[in-house]
């Protein structure tokens, strides 16, 4: 029987030299993961968005990533040059940012940057790419799809430049869409939009999805399994739909520290971090 596993990840680490020697961010992490959708969270510094950049190779340097194991669908990315990096990127792993306002070319076309994937990783002619980018542009929801591809980034409101990010990333049809903070510039109702939208298409495609997020209401909503990331470690790993009922104090905490009606103008909770780090 084929194996399913799609990415295998063992004793990741991230470090960057210092004055004081090497600075360890990300401390010998695993998993692993299917055609499935995986949350990693935890606060701002925990490591999320540097293990996202060591899966895609795009931790700078003088960072060093060393891992035991890390493949994707049987192929060794530790082992990848930075000419072979430079084809996985985007024809088997997709990196979705926070802002299309930085992500997007600005002096370059919609209809440009959507087909860019395939000028890069296909044999397709300019008429095909174009209509490979027209249809996707309607896939992601765009209600003038021709008029989007003659735009630029600044004619865009901050909803349709999302979609725009998820054509361009989504249309070499890679095997993991990695997605930090994808609506975190967007207002509510806009995030559940492109959410949706986003599962809809990894769900039809058969990908796998690593969201990455500060909102964990956000995380057990949308996905299968949820990572919880404290201080470069994975302390706490089980369904997304049970974050609300963890017994880890970290993850306890930060679900009770969630933005709500109910919260506001209250004491938050603290956590004991030198209890919890001596395993108390």
Not at 6 to 17: G, H, I, M, Q
Request: hydrophobic share 40%; charged share 25%; with cysteine.
């Amino acid at each position: 029987m084929d194996d399913p596993t799609l990415l295998n990840v063992e004793r990741l680490s991230v470090r960057f030299p210092s004055d004081r020697g090497p600075v360890e961010v990300v401390h010998g992490i695993s998993f692993a993961m299917g055609a499935e959708k995986l949350g990693l969270v935890g606060e701002s510094g925990s490591g999320k968005s540097m293990t996202a950049r060591a899966l895609i190779g795009l931790v700078a340097k003088p960072g060093r990533v060393t891992a035991d194991r890390l493949t994707l669908d049987g192929a060794d990315l530790a082992a990848l040059s930075p000419r072979q990096w430079k084809h996985w990127r985007g024809s088997k792993i997709g990196l979705v940012l926070q802002d299309p306002k930085f992500a997007l070319d600005p002096v370059m076309s919609i209809g440009r940057q959507v087909e860019e994937p395939l000028k890069l990783h296909t044999n397709a002619t300019k008429a095909e790419r174009r209509e490979r980018a027209l249809t996707m542009l309607e896939a992601v929801g765009l209600p003038d799809p021709l008029r989007a591809y003659h735009s630029y980034p600044h004619q865009l409101s901050g909803g349709m430049g999302q979609r725009v990010m998820l054509a361009a990333t989504l249309i070499a049809e890679p095997r993991l869409l990695i997605a930090d903070e994808p609506t975190s510039a967007l207002d509510r109702d806009l995030r559940d939009q492109v959410l949706d939208l986003m599962l809809k298409l990894v769900d039809e495609r058969q990908m796998g999805l690593i969201l990455i997020s500060h909102d964990l209401d956000q995380v057990a909503r949308f996905c299968d399994r949820a990572l919880v990331m404290y201080r470069g470690d994975i302390v706490d790993r089980l369904p997304a739909a049970e974050l609300a009922n963890s017994e880890h104090p970290y993850t306890k905490t930060l679900w009770a520290c969630r933005p709500s009606p109910e919260t506001f103008g209250t004491l938050l909770p603290t956590l004991d971090r030198v209890r919890m780090e001596a395993g108390a």
